[in-house]
Each structure stands twice: as structure tokens, then as C-alpha cells.
């Protein structure tokens, strides 16, 4: 479906790069695994049938782990009514609107298309923010459903679920079963755990740069959406601020959950840590922020 969010051409060759590397990585993990003569119906279909659940389940898996609850208008009218203006500005079907009772302050959205999603807040963000701040969140979350994040994520973990489940089916067999000709040497079972650790670590890390790049554009499509990069940057900075009080316990317990958020619970950092973060640093997004509000003169 067509939206008035803005497009993004890096999004897209990022996306189309990253898939096809997930597809050659693929397609090379399946061709190891023939040469190795396993045949591994039980765990592709496994593998297909999470898949599968996360693809067509994702709104209400999110909802249900994360506390939240469907509201009408009648129970929430400020926090309908800004999704309807923003839904009306971006030309896109209203999604379902819920609210977590937590008090991490923070706010998702998922779902594999339009016809098909929520978008969540929390408790705590609703007390902590200004509404022209939540406006912002709010388009930042949208744009993930314009753009269907959630599908093209769901999608792009899947080679790293089949070689999570290989390396798991390897160990709980004993990594035994010796080369067919029977001169012994390395068990096959070993190999296939290797060769699967190294998918998964690959997949891994090219689904994580996937994601951190798809928050940067629904920084971007939000900011360009309300027209107020600003507010988007301030939400962001009160957010990660809030985030130094909640106890580590309940932060902890949101980590999880950190894929789907809008910012994450516990930070990664930058550097090495950074490259398995499945947000971009504080700084990297309030400068982007900071460079939309200089060309829509708005700084």
C-alpha cells in the first residue's frame, strides 16, 4: 500500500542487499549441508512453522508478552485521536491502538501489514512525555508499519532460526555419526554444528545492521511526517534519560522486547557491543535528527 511517508531509497538498497546476502548465505548453508548428506526435513519444517507463527501471529505474540491491552477511543481519546491525525497525514489505515501497563517508558508497533497491526505505548511514556513528543513516537512507530518492518524482519531471521535449530539438533544428538565410509575422522554431527554456528553468527549480525538501519529511516519517515524533527529528538533524549531510573529489573525484563521498541531498554553501546544492538546509538539518530531540522529550517 501506498503512504505519504517519505521513501527512502537507502532503506531500500539495504534491504535488497541484505536479503540477497541472507539468500546467498542460504543457499550456500544448504549446499554444505547436502554435501554433508544430512537430510533435515523435521527441523526445515520446524524452522517454517515459526516462521510461519511469527509471520501471521506477530501482533498478538507482541501484545500478550508485553502486557498490552486493546483500548477504544472512549478509554483513550487523546491517544486515538493523535493516531488518527497522523494515520490521515500519511494516508494509511488506522491500526489497533493499545497500551502496556508499564512503567519503562517506551512504545512499539508490529503487525505484518497495515490491514493487520497495533501500535502499543506504554503507561510510562505516556506520563513522562509532552504531546507534541509522543506525536513524534507515534510517526516513528506508523512509518514501521507503512513499511512493514515487521514482515521483512520476520522474514529475514529465518535462515538464522534454521541453523539456531541445526546447531541445537546437532548437540542434543551428541555430534556423532561418522563420515559414511567409515574411516572415522571428524563426526559429522560436529561439522554440521559448526557450519550452522557460523550461519547463525552471520545472519545474525546482517539482521542486526538490517534493523538498526530500519530505525534510523522511521526517525527519518516520522521526522518528515509531523515536520517536527525536534520533537522526535527531545522524545528520544527524555526517553533514554528516563531509562537511568527504572530498576534493572524491569529494564532486564524488557530486553527482550528491545527488537520491537522504539528505543531500547538496555543499550548496547558503540563499538563492538554496537554491532549487536538492534537500535543505532543516541548520538547517531539526534544527528540525523539534528541535519532534517537544518533542511526543513526548522533548528
Known amino acids: 500500500m501506498r503512504t505519504r511517508f517519505a521513501p527512502d ?35 526445515l519444517l520446524i524452522a517454517v512453522g515459526l516462521l510461519l507463527a511469527q509471520y501471521f501471529l506477530s501482533d498478538r505474540i507482541a501484545l500478550y508478552g508485553m502486557g498490552g491491552r486493546e483500548v477504544s477511543p472512549a478509554e483513550a481519546p487523546e491517544l486515538h485521536g493523535m493516531v488518527d491525525r497522523l494515520c490521515a497525514m500519511a494516508d494509511m489505515p488506522k491500526p489497533r491502538v493499545a497500551i502496556a501497563d508499564s512503567d519503562v517508558p517506551n512504545a512499539f508497533a508490529t503487525g505484518r501489514n497495515q490491514k493487520k497491526s497495533v501500535v502499543c505505548v506504554t503507561t510510562g511514556i505516556l506520563r513522562r512525555l509532552e504531546p507534541r513528543e509522543l506525536e513524534g513516537v507515534l510517526a516513528h512507530e506508523l512509518s514501521h508499519v507503512a513499511h512493514r518492518d515487521v514482515a521483512v524482519m520476520t522474514i529475514a531471521s529465518f535462515l538464522g532460526v534454521i541453523a539456531g535449530l541445526m546447531t541445537r539438533a546437532a548437540l542434543y544428538t551428541g555430534l556423532g555419526g561418522r563420515r559414511s565410509n567409515g574411516q572415522g575422522g571428524v563426526p559429522i554431527g560436529l561439522v554440521i554444528m559448526l557450519v550452522s554456528v557460523l550461519v547463525y553468527a552471520v545472519s545474525f549480525l546482517l539482521t542486526r545492521a538490517l534493523s538498526r538501519y530500519r530505525e534510523l529511516a ?13 520533537a522526535l529528538a527531545s522524545a528520544l533524549v527524555k526517553i533514554s534519560g528516563e531509562m537511568a531510573r527504572i530498576p534493572t529489573r524491569d529494564l532486564r525484563e524488557a530486553e527482550p522486547f528491545n527488537a520491537f521498541y522504539f528505543a531500547p531498554a538496555l543499550a548496547s553501546g558503540s563499538g563492538l557491543a554496537g554491532l549487536f544492538s538492534t537500535h543505532p546509538p543516541l548520538e547517531r539518530r539526534l544527528q540525523q535528527l539534528a541535519a532534517i531540522s537544518a533542511q526543513l529550517g526548522t533548528g
Do not use: E, I, N
Open 9 to 43: 531509497r537507502g532503506l531500500t538498497s539495504r534491504m535488497l542487499v541484505t536479503m540477497f546476502l541472507l539468500g546467498l548465505l542460504y543457499v550456500v548453508f544448504v549446499g554444505a549441508l547436502v554435501a554433508l548428506g544430512v537430510r533435515a526435513p523435521t527441523v
Open 218 to 230: 522511521a526517525d527519518r519517515a516520522g521526522a518528515l511526517l509531523t515536520q517536527r524533527p525536534s
